[in-house]
């Protein structure tokens, strides 16, 4: 799909948003370099992972690339049920065309082509958050980095682990199952996991539990502490056996690190102190098409009917039966709506504020009963997601 972006006064230039072809390759290194220090190598590394077919960007006056990003398929995950979705992942503009007027642009016609292809939302990380909530992107979920000692992890389960290969079926499977017990985790796609296995790949392990009550994948390239790259745990026992697996490594590695949830099973199962935060930030959504968000994703109440007013669109009614939503125009008859703006719905849709703290800053107006109902719908575990993409 080509979309026109046509900039401000001071570039009146038409510039498409194009599909990356073989011979873009050597540029879109260039800016990932310039845009993310990233090495000749990573950035190659890079290119291959994501699979050039998912980059898109923008040709300057000469023809070369001036911007690109990945345009990533997947969906998020909300109480069991995957919403369409697209990562927008690693905007880089050259140096000599930042601040000119190019990201909220790029960003939208992304936006457009995603929702041509059915994406109901978009996320990403962004780097200066002004600029991509001028695009309609708003806070939605959590990154998060935690970190331990290893002298101070738990030693007295002997689950036992399997070495594997890093593509063993088994993980995704698992993997698959952790999605369904958190909120906002991405169904993974083929440049999701090819990230995940990024070199240095002789550094890197596989191992699975018995019974495959839980997995690791462990990078072992970094003597200053065992980085986690990925992992899952069935239940508090599981967790308790990969916290005292990952003890076996305490005379090589002082520290490890993982990515888990607000809500952390590996934190829950630590029996004292020696853990910190070592790292979080949030990504950020924008609602692409509202009633095909709703229809999609799971809800924690089984029956519920409420209306909401997002911007300037007419009402849409939700109304869930036996936990799964049916989504149209608000009836007349329906009475009073709740509204807010599509950056406050974003962040009520993962469930990263509620209606009610959003009606605290004067996000949401409506009903207190209704206020208090949409809370009870979009009610669950913290939103996030357990890789930067």
């Given at each position: 799909?080509?979309?026109?972006?046509?900039?401000?006064?001071?570039?009146?230039?038409?510039?498409?948003?194009?599909?990356?072809?073989?011979?873009?390759?050597?540029?879109?290194?260039?800016?990932?370099?310039?845009?993310?220090?990233?090495?000749?190598?990573?950035?190659?590394?890079?290119?291959?992972?994501?699979?050039?077919?998912?980059?898109?960007?923008?040709?300057?006056?000469?023809?070369?690339?001036?911007?690109?990003?990945?345009?990533?398929?997947?969906?998020?995950?909300?109480?069991?049920?995957?919403?369409?979705?697209?990562?927008?992942?690693?905007?880089?503009?050259?140096?000599?065309?930042?601040?000119?007027?190019?990201?909220?642009?790029?960003?939208?016609?992304?936006?457009?082509?995603?929702?041509?292809n059915g994406a109901?939302?978009?996320?990403?990380?962004?780097?200066?958050?002004?600029?991509?909530?001028?695009?309609?992107?708003?806070?939605?979920?959590?990154?998060?980095?935690?970190?331990?000692?290893?002298?101070?992890?738990?030693?007295?389960?002997?689950?036992?682990?399997?070495?594997?290969?890093?593509?063993?079926?088994?993980?995704?499977?698992?993997?698959?199952?952790?999605?369904?017990?958190?909120?906002?985790?991405?169904?993974?796609?083929?440049?999701?996991?090819?990230?995940?296995?990024?070199?240095?790949?002789?550094?890197?392990?596989?191992?699975?539990?018995?019974?495959?009550?839980?997995?690791?994948?462990?990078?072992?390239?970094?003597?200053?502490?065992?980085?986690?790259?990925?992992?899952?745990?069935?239940?508090?026992?599981?967790?308790?056996?990969?916290?005292?697996?990952?003890?076996?490594?305490?005379?090589?590695?002082?520290?490890?690190?993982w990515h888990g949830?607000?809500?952390?099973?590996?934190?829950?199962?630590?029996?004292?102190?020696?853990?910190?935060?070592?790292?979080?930030?949030?990504?950020?959504?924008?609602?692409?098409?509202?009633?095909?968000?709703?229809?999609?994703?799971g809800y924690h109440?089984?029956?519920?009917?409420?209306?909401?007013?997002?911007?300037?669109?007419?009402?849409?009614?939700?109304?869930?039966?036996?936990?799964?939503?049916?989504?149209?125009?608000?009836?007349?008859?329906?009475?009073?709506?709740?509204?807010?703006?599509?950056?406050?719905?974003?962040?009520?849709?993962?469930?990263?504020?509620?209606?009610?703290?959003?009606?605290?800053?004067?996000?949401?107006?409506?009903?207190?009963?209704?206020?208090?109902?949409?809370?009870?719908?979009?009610?669950?575990?913290?939103?996030?997601?357990?890789?930067?993409?």
């Amino acid at each position: 799909m080509m979309k026109s972006i046509i900039l401000g006064s001071d570039m009146k230039k038409n510039f498409k948003l194009e599909p990356a072809i073989a011979g873009d390759a050597t540029g879109i290194a260039s800016l990932l370099s310039w845009a993310f220090g990233f090495g000749r190598a990573r950035s190659e590394e890079y290119i291959a992972n994501a699979g050039l077919a998912s980059l898109r960007l923008l040709r300057g006056e000469d023809g070369l690339p001036m911007a690109c990003a990945a345009l990533l398929e997947t969906a998020h995950v909300f109480h069991r049920r995957p919403v369409r979705a697209v990562n927008i992942a690693h905007v880089a503009i050259a140096p000599e065309r930042r601040g000119q007027g190019l990201a909220v642009p790029l960003v939208d016609a992304l936006c457009e082509e995603a929702k041509a292809n059915g994406a109901a939302v978009a996320t990403l990380f962004a780097s200066t958050r002004p600029v991509y909530r001028k695009a309609g992107f708003e806070l939605a979920g959590h990154e998060i980095v935690y970190e331990a000692e290893t002298a101070a992890l738990p030693s007295a389960s002997r689950l036992g682990f399997e070495r594997v290969e890093l593509d063993d079926q088994r993980l995704a499977g698992a993997y698959a199952e952790k999605t369904l017990r958190e909120s906002g985790l991405l169904v993974r796609g083929t440049a999701h996991w090819n990230e995940l296995r990024r070199a240095p790949t002789d550094a890197l392990a596989a191992y699975l539990a018995e019974g495959e009550a839980a997995y690791l994948i462990l990078d072992m390239g970094n003597e200053a502490r065992l980085e986690v790259r990925d992992w899952f745990a069935a239940s508090p026992e599981a967790a308790l056996g990969l916290l005292s697996f990952l003890a076996r490594f305490r005379s090589v590695y002082p520290a490890v690190r993982w990515h888990g949830a607000p809500h952390d099973d590996l934190v829950a199962a630590m029996p004292d102190k020696g853990w910190r935060l070592a790292h979080q930030e949030e990504w950020l959504l924008r609602v692409l098409d509202p009633a095909a968000a709703l229809r999609q994703r799971g809800y924690h109440v089984d029956a519920a009917r409420l209306a909401l007013r997002i911007g300037e669109a007419p009402p849409l009614e939700i109304d869930i039966r036996a936990g799964k939503a049916e989504v149209g125009e608000a009836a007349g008859a329906l009475g009073g709506a709740v509204s807010l703006q599509p950056t406050a719905f974003a962040q009520l849709f993962t469930g990263f504020r509620s209606a009610s703290k959003l009606a605290q800053y004067g996000l949401v107006s409506g009903d207190s009963a209704d206020i208090r109902r949409c809370d009870q719908l979009f009610a669950g575990s913290p939103p996030w997601v357990a890789e930067h993409f």
